[in-house]
Nanobody, 120 residues
Framework: VQLQAFGGGLVQTGGSLRLSCAAS????????VGWFRQAPGKEREFVAA????????RYASSVEGRFTISRDNAKNMGYLEMNSLKPEDTGVYYC??????????????WGQGTLVTVSS
């Protein structure tokens, strides 16, 4: 599975962005999808995950209630809707495919990151 994340950009505090993750390969729907982010000088951290069916999701406490993860297996796409953005949401966002966990090492496939910058 090859993944490509896109949709990042510069947004003001309180704004919204929708990240997309395009997957290629016949088995995308077999995997959970996760979103992770890495801020400058910090380690990569878990943001959200969704099971292969799309029925179950989980979020980091820092984004719960503001971000929504979703997927469309028919289109081989994953999404991360981000609302009420804060400067601390700034970072490079990565999508990944693998097991439904919050640990990065549980994910087998990674896309290149897309930069999200939230200005104060």
């Amino acid at each position: 599975v090859q993944l490509q994340a896109f949709g990042g950009g510069l947004v003001q505090t309180g704004g919204s962005l929708r990240l997309s993750c395009a997957a290629s390969g016949p088995s995308f729907s077999d995997y959970a999808v996760g979103w992770f982010r890495q801020a400058p000088g910090k380690e990569r951290e878990f943001v959200a995950a969704i099971t292969w069916t799309g029925r179950t999701t989980r979020y980091a406490s820092s984004v719960e209630g503001r971000f929504t993860i979703s997927r469309d297996n028919a289109k081989n796409m994953g999404y991360l809707e981000m609302n009420s953005l804060k400067p601390e949401d700034t970072g490079v966002y990565y999508c990944a495919a693998g097991s439904y966990y919050s640990q990065a090492y549980k994910y087998d496939y990674w896309g290149q990151g897309t930069l999200v910058t939230v200005s104060s």
